[in-house]
């Protein structure tokens, strides 16, 4: 409201967004990165796929990746293949994408199939779960020797970033946003679901994916006549450390909720970090708990001495208030 009677040119062209921009480099470290702001993950998503790959190229993805589980076929209306590997947590590894581009290029009949043009990684993954920056690393190696570009979607990033910035003095080996710029040819530090009423900033490290983007973004819709509408926001989320530290927040009030899960004895699908949960309940207690909470329920896990389990999706953000967490951990307790 502060900027409506500001005059600034359209289209990201602001001195918000310009300033944001800097604010992002600086945190990466990267002074030559291109960052471009667009209004959604999947246009984020479909617009990075969407310019990269050649016409007979697919982009390799976890089963569980948000391009195949989530964008209602988004990257298959480009024209693109997902080509699916079967995913550890929500991940994929390193050797999975070599042994993938090897038996393609080993192939007598490769030009018959859909060639890997790129690698596309979540983080944190769908499932909650994060790289390591071990992972990250062989990842980055994997890719560079077959030429093909390292793309991580993060829409949920600035949790993941919460994770690194809690475990640092505990020297883990969670990736920084510094790490991820050297090992990612492109990447999105997502604003939407960390905060920001809309919005993601796209950060294109490899200087070969930079010319000429914007013509990609105008191309598939996601280029904001109003941009000083995203700039203002990542230009505060990021002038002061504001973005972590919202994010931060979720983390700690999954926790107090793992907390109570683990005190009550129920066990988790995976192991998780960062603000996704997944336990395993009795359905009884499912139940009891969807009165007052809404909760995605993943899967049926089958029989605990006779009674049937199922494990749900419990996801923190920033505006999630410690007196609902502490709730809904005394809930968890008691039923």
Known sequence: MQTNEEQTPGYGADMHCERAAGYIRKCCGKEDAAIHFLVGGTQANLTVIGALLKPYQGVISSEWGHIEEHETGAIEATGHKVLILPGTDGKISAAQVEDLCRDHAHDENHEHRVQPGMVYISHPTENGTLYTKRELKEMARVCRKWGIPLYM????????????????ERQEDWPSLPDIADLCDLFYIGGTKVGAMFGEALV?????????????????????????MLGI???????????VETASHAVAMADLIRQACVQRGYSFLYETVA??????????VIRELQRNYVFFVRTRTGEVKGEPHAAVRICTSWATTEANARQLAADILST
């Open 153 to 168: 979607d993060g829409a949920r990033l600035g949790y993941g970033l919460a994770v690194t910035a809690a475990a640092e």
């Open 204 to 228: 294109i490290t490899n200087k070969a994916y930079q010319e000429d983007f914007r013509y990609h973004i105008k191309q598939r819709g996601a280029l904001l006549a109003k941009g000083r």
């Open 233 to 243: 926001q990542f230009e505060v989320l990021f002038e002061d450390g504001l973005y």
């Open 275 to 284: 603000n996704q949960i997944f336990p395993i309940f009795p359905e009884r």
